[in-house]
């Protein structure tokens, strides 16, 4: 008897260590057709499927939540890569503050609130993010991420518990379920610009 606990305890003891080793998993998704259910900590959020995706973009910001009822574990704000190369041709170093085109690149930045759909595509988004703070800092070179995926319309919001709907409480709408995200180079992703 005192074995089988002692081989029980080892076991939770390693399944824990395993776990803090190998970092957070992704989000808990259910498909079930055109429907996903998100369920987090405390709420269960439904989307809707819409149009598939699929982009190159240069990072502007972001934010890796590790929030156990974020809906959205990865913001980032980023340039399209279609108008990156549209505004490289008339000025080169647009992404550098002190360029005029900065204020033209900062007028097509989009946010893009994300479900990722695995933990290999969170943890990209989430190294895709720190590069770029680190590259920020040292004055290194900008990060551009290829995404694909499909877009989502956040159709419900209830806390599991209580059963209270809080959807009405939500700001955002639009979600991004990201089914695979990879770092390029940017200037490759520009075409060797």
Known sequence: MKVVLVLLAVGVVGWFAFQAFMGPGGPDLTFDGDEVLLATGDLDVRFSKGKTFEETYMVF???????????????????????????????????????PGAALAKEKVTSLDMVPADAETLKVLASTLEEFEENLANGGDRVCVQLSGTKLKLNSVQIREAGEDVTDTMKMSDFYLVDSASRVECKEAMGGA
Do not use: E, W
């Open 61 to 99: 910001g972001g934010l890796h939540l590790k929030h156990r009822n974020a809906v959205a574990n990865v913001t980032l704000a980023g340039l399209s890569m279609r108008y990156a190369k549209a505004l490289h041709r008339r000025f080169p170093d647009f992404d550098r503050c002190a360029s």
